[in-house]
């Protein structure tokens, strides 16, 4: 199989390029990948495996119609990373989040019904269904971003949906719960409070931190993705659960577990404006459906992060230096 994958030097993009040319995804071991991604400051060549034979890396934009009309031909499959995701920054500059993850995915979708690719995945978000107080979403709750990060990958959700409705393509949707692991820009709640942690900085806590947020490590979320891709249905919305549900003051507080540090490290900031209280997803569609299960337990899946970034500060420290600049 021929996959395009856009974002795919960032985070969890490029989790799953690694995982497929390491032959992790049983029955893809001769797939070619072809990964198409800006390379902004989310994205990061050191995140592939540049050289690797079956990978070829196209830098460009995901609007720039030509560049996909030229790439996309004789490809089998896109998975639709390529997306603007920092909350904090969609809140003062959220043109960019609509030109990227809205028209990007228009643009995306128009170039593979152009070039004849019929199968599509479509990453989005839990945050398109808003705050929840008791309970989970189901993949039929209806939309309710608040943030502009948000209310961009929920309209981009419903550009995909269009068209399989209206030109019948081969697309699904995704909306997972919050992710951690290696590679992750230290922009993210986990990787900054680790790196500060590492450098001897406090860390920045929102408000009370009773904000709860649901987990699921990238390697799992990679591997849900596949199972969409290559057995999901059209025109259906998949929810990725991880069932690990933590106040950001837990985490915190387990984060200073690991280093030994107690909560003098931590400074109450001013909480961020409309900040979500609560998410959570019922993911028994895809468990039922495609045998999904996540498969790493949080407090491993977190102290070996933590491990991960404090053996890698050649990989992190270049990225902070940049965003100081």
């Given at each position: ?6 974002g ?41 495996p ?10 460009g ?49 128009d170039?593979?019904?152009r ?12 945050e ?17 971003p ?60 929102y ?5 709860v ?15 969409v ?5 059209a ?65 491993e ?9 404090r053996?890698?500060p050649?990989w ?10």
């Amino acid at each position: 199989m021929r996959i395009l994958v856009t974002g795919a030097a960032g985070f969890i993009g490029s989790h799953y390029v690694r995982t497929l040319l390491d032959g992790g995804y049983p029955g893809e071991e001769a797939s070619h990948v072809t990964v198409v991604d800006k390379l902004t400051y989310a994205g990061n060549r050191a995140n592939l495996p540049l050289g690797h034979p079956r990978l070829t890396l196209a830098e460009g934009d995901v609007c720039d119609l030509p560049l996909l009309l030229e790439v996309l031909p004789g490809h089998d499959a896109v998975l639709h990373f390529a997306a603007e995701s920092h909350v904090d920054r969609s809140l003062h500059s959220a043109a960019e989040f609509v030109r990227t993850n809205v028209a990007g995915t228009q643009t995306l979708l128009d170039a593979c019904l152009r070039t004849g690719v019929q199968r599509v995945v479509h990453v989005s978000t839990d945050e398109v269904y808003g705050s929840i107080d008791e309970g989970s979403w189901t993949e039929r709750s209806p939309l309710l971003p608040n943030s502009p990060y948000a209310a961009s990958k929920a309209s981009s959700d419903l550009i995909a949906r269009s068209y399989w409705r209206t030109h019948g393509l081969d697309l699904s949707i995704t909306r997972c719960c919050n992710n951690y692991g290696p590679y992750q820009h230290p922009e993210k709640l986990i990787p900054r409070f680790t790196t500060n942690l590492l450098q001897g900085r406090r860390l920045p806590l929102y408000g009370s931190g009773d904000n709860v947020r649901e987990w699921l490590h990238v390697d799992d979320h990679c591997r849900a993705l596949h199972l969409v891709l290559t057995r999901g249905r059209a025109g259906e919305v998949y929810n990725i659960g991880g069932g690990h549900e933590r106040t950001n003051r837990r985490l915190t507080e387990l984060l200073l577990e690991l280093f030994e540090a107690d909560w003098s490290a931590v400074e109450q900031v001013a909480d961020r404006k409309g900040h979500d209280l609560r998410y959570s997803l019922d993911d028994g569609k895809i468990r039922t459906e495609l045998g999904y299960a996540p498969r790493i337990d949080f407090e491993e899946g977190l102290a070996a992060t933590v491990a991960w970034y404090r053996d890698n500060p050649g990989w992190w420290k270049p990225l902070l230096n940049e965003a100081a600049r």
